[in-house]
């Protein structure tokens, strides 16, 4: 499967409508649950590709708050949903032919699993040291107030301790993995 296209933070609304330009979904399940609405393969640019998206549980509260993964006019996995309900879940979709969508769930299977961590900056500042304590170089992604992503530079102080800096103050997120 290739993944393209714009990584979305989905939060504080209860449905989500897919779009060819979708590459990654992160939902934020922690106030509700979310219904993620694929598109019509045939109306969709998916027709005939190996193009595909995932969708991920950020919140680490899927468990109570699910992900339900339903088609615009298409079946998923040969029946009407597919539904993430494990904590940190995720879901990797793409086309099985022209009439349904294939939904791979992958849960995270017990505390031996990758770990992330959010880090929230709510003061603007410059210089954001991140202590995530994964004990791991991680991805990093950064994030502002809007969840659009935004550019910083990013050190990687230790294995437990990232540095982002900005040209200007700003608050926001960082999401490491």
């Not at 979708?22 to 109306?43: A, F, H, K, Q, R």
């Not at 950020?58 to 539904?83: L, M, P, R």
Request: proline share 2%.
């Amino acid at each position: 499967m290739q993944v393209t296209g714009n990584l979305k933070y989905i939060s504080g609304v209860s449905q989500y409508v897919v779009d060819g330009n979708d590459g990654i979904l992160n939902v934020d399940t922690s106030v509700y649950s979310v219904t993620i609405i694929l598109p019509n393969i045939l109306n969709s640019g998916y027709t005939n590709t190996n193009k595909g998206f995932i969708i991920n549980d950020v919140s680490e509260n899927a468990g109570s708050n699910n992900i339900y993964i339903v088609a615009n006019g298409n079946t998923v996995n040969s029946a009407s949903q597919v539904i993430i309900n494990v904590n940190g879940g995720s879901a990797k979709c793409t086309p099985a032919n022209n009439t349904e969508w294939f939904v791979v769930t992958e849960p995270v299977a017990s505390s031996t699993s990758d770990k992330n961590y959010v880090f929230t900056q709510t003061t603007p500042s410059d210089t954001w040291t991140v202590n995530h304590n994964l004990d791991k170089r991680c991805s990093v992604q950064v994030v502002d107030d809007t969840y659009k992503e935004i550019i910083a530079d990013i050190t990687w102080v230790s294995n437990n301790t990232v540095t982002v800096e900005f040209n200007t103050a700003t608050t926001g997120y960082v999401y490491c993995n």
